[in-house]
């Protein structure tokens, strides 16, 4: 008799289900896909999916740092840092946002954007999009999740235009008369089917800032105020980002300290909430604030040659030195990661091999998909890289 059989005699298949599978990391349940018929029609039931995701959400996620040249950098290593151990950790290609565990990263040398899961090799290649040539370098980009119609979108800014594609239909198109400038060129914040942006309106001169949110069930803009900051100085120096399901803003306020606001009831100002002000031990000379893990409690900075961890709880400060990484004339950016099931490919959208060489270099598509990561599941053959919740401790 088969393994399979002895543990669907001894096990009620709802509590296999319910109890065991769901709880499996992804490598695990591709290999148990090969088992028999009925465990690859469960595995891959949507329903067991979103089973699947909603336990793998809530064990908490990691982060992934990048830098906007396409080098990705292993965090916790950097502690204890060894130039060797980097040689592998470049690629071409930059992180542009992430949800339930798919992957937005655009390819660098070829400008193409790709929706990947890294945990179950799915992906799509995105067709190009129609934006006329422009000098300017600077753009941002959105990916979010329409649950209405199930659909993954993703948005991109260029100046004067905004474009969204969605995977459903396997298409671009434009959104008229955007009329707002986005003030930070960095993947835009994903929360409950709203993706959000620091902006400014395009035609007035002025320097009030506000979020935008762009809807993608009936993909309409909104506006939503900024906290009443007792000082309006450096609102430059504001990271949005998501707190308990809820939208926050970290806002470095002069050199050595930074304040976190949240936003407990979308739309309304008088619903910021500032929970506290982080001082820091010594002057932030070229900071950019890259993350804050509510999990963990960890605030994540870039000062110059330097990564800096910040524990709010204990009010512990973990410096580190990366100039041997080259890091310091880069932006970086920060996002988080868990993997699921979740397969981006819908209605066909899934891009053959003959399809894959007329749109890459070969050994340049290889090098993307090649390396590897390890997360708290288990090892994968991708170019990702995680920062563990709790970074350790040493003496700076």
């Known amino acids: 008799m088969s393994s399979s059989s002895n543990i669907s005699n001894s096990l009620p298949l709802d509590i296999i289900e319910e109890e065991i599978l769901t709880r499996l990391p992804v490598k695990s349940l591709k290999r148990f896909q090969c ?5 690859n029609n469960l595995i891959r039931n949507p329903l067991f999916v979103s089973k699947h995701l909603i336990i793998n959400q809530s064990k908490g996620a990691q982060i992934l740092v990048n830098r906007s040249t396409g080098t990705q950098i292993l965090v916790n290593q950097i502690m204890s840092y060894n130039p060797s151990d980097y040689q592998n950790y470049t690629s071409d290609y930059s992180l542009l946002g992430f949800c339930n565990g798919l992957l937005c990263v655009k390819v660098l040398t070829t400008s193409r954007i790709i929706i990947w899961n890294p945990a179950s090799k799915d992906y799509i290649i995105l067709p190009q999009k ?3 040539n422009s ?16 659909d993954y979108i993703v948005c991109h800014y260029l100046e004067a ?4 594609y969605s995977v ?36 007035i001169k ?6 935008i949110a762009f809807d993608l069930v009936d993909k309409q803009f909104r506006e939503l105020p900024l906290p009443q900051y007792e000082e309006n100085k450096n609102l430059n120096h504001i990271v949005l980002d998501t707190l308990d399901e809820c939208l926050c803003s970290l806002r470095r306020i002069n050199i050595k300290q930074v304040e976190l606001w949240t936003m407990k009831e979308d739309g309304l100002q008088t619903s ?17 604030l890259l993350y ?24 512990n400060v973990i410096r580190k030195r990366t100039k041997s990484l080259n890091i310091t004339e880069h932006d970086m950016g920060a996002l988080t990661y868990f993997e699921s099931l979740v397969s981006p490919v819908m209605h066909g959208c899934l891009v053959n091999n003959d399809a894959r060489k007329s749109l890459f270099q070969e050994n340049m598509y290889e090098h993307v998909l090649k390396f590897s990561f390890t997360t708290n599941e288990g090892s994968y053959q991708c170019n990702l890289v995680t920062y563990e919740k709790t970074p350790p401790k040493e003496n700076i």
């Open 35 to 39: 088992v028999s018929q009925s465990w």
């Open 130 to 132: 129609k934006t006329p």
């Open 135 to 150: 000098s300017l370098e600077e753009e941002c980009y959105g990916f979010g999740y329409d649950a209405k119609s199930d």
């Open 161 to 164: 235009f905004f474009n969204i």
């Open 168 to 203: 459903r239909e396997n298409s671009w198109r434009r959104i008229e008369e955007f009329r707002y400038k986005i003030i930070y060129r960095v993947y835009g914040t994903f929360l409950s089917g709203s993706i959000y942006w620091l902006a400014a309106h395009k035609l």
């Open 206 to 211: 002025s320097s009030n800032y506000f979020i």
């Open 272 to 288: 910021w909430t500032k929970l506290y002000t982080i001082r820091m031990d010594r002057p932030l000379m070229e900071s950019k």
């Open 292 to 315: 804050y893990n509510a999990a963990s409690a960890n605030l994540l900075l870039k000062d110059g040659y330097t990564i800096i961890f910040y524990d709010t709880k204990e009010r």
